[in-house]
């Protein structure tokens, strides 16, 4: 029972879930002090659009490539920029593979990045824009080119109150828990677990001390698997408390008004990560554990499993994108297949774009299939 339920969700939250924690607070308080500089240099020289593009997108997490969606849909930024910040995002998925290795996650950014620059200068000297021939009837007809009605409202599916404030709020968690935990916010009552979580994670995951000495020293108390499974539980309640359809991102919580909100997202965008990446160690876990299979055979598939990881990549939000990330960390994908995968995945960024330019969104997400399959495919030529 322990190591076939309670270590994967312990894992899921101290691997994983206090590192996403900590970095999407980090990368969340930069978008918060500096973010409106950024957008506003770029609208200044339309010609560094790729660069600045493939910049915010490979961020980790989907919030850069996000604030970029409404500035298209105005005629601010070019289509390829937006082809290069979705190329280069891996979406949530970053936190993931940032939490497992950090120097791999380094290496499949800068390659990220390099495709998703490259990417949207082709496509900017193709001059392919499907939204120009909507703004040109707009000026001749004497409208304005101006951003379509509902700009800022929320992806569709997404509750308005939820995506305003950034994250579920009280009232869901304390629905769930019946009421035991009054006043305190579920932002609060996270970050209360995440930073012991965060002490004790640092020094076992990095080999620094023994976990059977900690243990011992607590009377047989094992505290990373205690707070590596209440972190994980906790996870669940706040993602339950938001119905499991809240984004991780909306164009409200890339541009947080205050650090108290980016907090409160910082909470809720780490439990809907921590979640996934537990589905995933959990069902890697059952399927070794009762079948033998270690993941192995999946690497002949060659091709096939780079055309599969970039046929993924098409669906569009991070969960079945950080499911299958989680896979190739637990050892159950070639590395091409994940290169694909993180190519062709738009994150959560498609959807605010599905919802302002349908056609743009469409179109934006086969072209860039198409550099996630090429490079995939190169891969396996070179490994």
């Known amino acids: 029972m322990t190591e076939l339920v309670l270590r994967p969700l312990a894992d899921a939250f101290m691997q994983v879930g206090v590192y996403v924690a900590v970095m999407v607070a980090l990368f969340g308080w930069l978008r918060w002090r500096y973010g409106d500089r950024v957008t506003d240099g770029l609208t200044r020289r339309r010609r560094l659009g790729p660069l600045v593009g493939a910049l915010l997108g490979v961020s980790p997490g989907c919030g850069g490539a996000i604030i970029l969606m409404p500035l298209y849909a105005r005629g601010k930024v070019s289509f390829g920029t937006v082809i290069a910040a979705l190329a280069a995002t891996m979406g949530d998925s970053s936190w993931v593979v940032i939490a497992w290795n950090p120097l791999f996650a380094l290496q499949i950014h800068l390659l990220l990045f390099a495709v998703g620059l490259v990417t949207g200068y082709v496509v900017d000297a193709l001059g392919i824009d499907p939204a120009r021939a909507v703004r040109r009837r707009r000026t001749t007809a004497g409208v304005p080119a101006a951003a379509p009605a509902g700009l800022a409202a929320a992806p569709a599916g997404v509750p308005a109150g939820l995506a305003a404030a950034g994250g579920p709020d009280l009232a869901g968690t304390r629905r769930l828990l019946g009421g035991l935990l009054p ?183 086969v072209i860039t299939t198409i550099p996630a399959a090429a490079v995939g495919a190169a891969l396996l030529l070179l490994l």
Request: charged share 10%.
């Open 183 to 365: 006043r305190v916010p579920a932002s609060t009552a996270f970050w209360g677990l995440t930073t012991p979580a965060f002490l004790v994670s640092v020094p076992v995951v990095f080999q620094l001390v023994d976990p059977g000495a900690l243990t011992d020293r607590l009377g047989g108390v094992d505290p990373y698997l205690a707070l590596g499974v209440l972190g994980t539980l906790a996870a669940m309640l706040i993602f339950a408390a938001g119905r499991g359809r809240l984004a991780d991102d909306t164009l409200e919580t890339a541009q947080a008004r205050s650090f108290r909100e980016t907090l409160r997202h910082s909470a809720h965008e780490a439990s809907f990560v921590t979640v996934w990446v537990a589905v995933a160690y959990l069902a890697w876990q059952v399927i070794t554990t009762s079948t033998g299979f270690d993941g192995s055979e999946l690497a002949l598939t060659g091709l096939l499993g780079v055309l599969v990881g970039a046929a993924i990549g098409l669906i569009p939000g991070c969960a079945v994108q950080i499911v299958f990330t989680g896979l190739y960390v637990s050892g159950g994908l070639p590395l091409p297949t994940l290169v694909a995968n993180a190519i062709s995945q738009d994150g959560d960024a498609l959807i605010p774009l599905a919802a302002m330019r349908r056609h743009s969104a469409a179109l934006a997400t």
